[in-house]
């Protein structure tokens, strides 16, 4: 079945930087598009950077200039650098392939100002 597990999570200060990684298996990686996900307490989860197999890629406006999507089909991973880190960048973050419903466990990132 799908496994997605996510890792590279921390507390860091603000202005930090971080890079998590999200490794999937049991799925054909190359042809699906990725995406990274986040959910801050008491806030809906909300999309932040989506790669598609062709290398494209979108952010969220928040985080445009400060974060960079990348994936490396050889290992299954997509990854998300994190740079000039926020308080407001705090959340689990998750990642997602395609439209599926599938989640990982997350990984937790905060950010103290």
């Known amino acids: 079945q799908v496994q997605l597990v996510e890792t590279g999570g921390g507390k860091v200060a603000a202005g930090d930087s971080l890079r998590l990684s999200c490794a999937a298996s049991?799925?054909?990686?190359?042809?699906?598009?990725m995406g990274w996900f986040r959910q801050a307490p008491g806030k809906e989860r909300e999309l932040v950077a989506t790669?598609?197999?062709?290398?494209?890629?979108k952010y969220t406006d928040s985080v445009k200039g400060r974060f960079t999507i990348s994936r490396d089909n050889a290992k299954n991973t997509v990854y998300l650098q994190m740079n000039s880190l926020k308080p407001e960048d705090t959340a689990v973050y998750y990642c997602?392939?395609?439209?599926?419903?599938?989640w990982g466990q997350g990984t937790q990132v905060t950010v103290s100002s």
């Open positions: 049991g799925l054909t990686f190359s042809v699906y598009a």
């Open positions: 790669i598609l197999s062709d290398g494209f890629t």
């Open positions: 997602r392939f395609g439209g599926s419903v599938i």
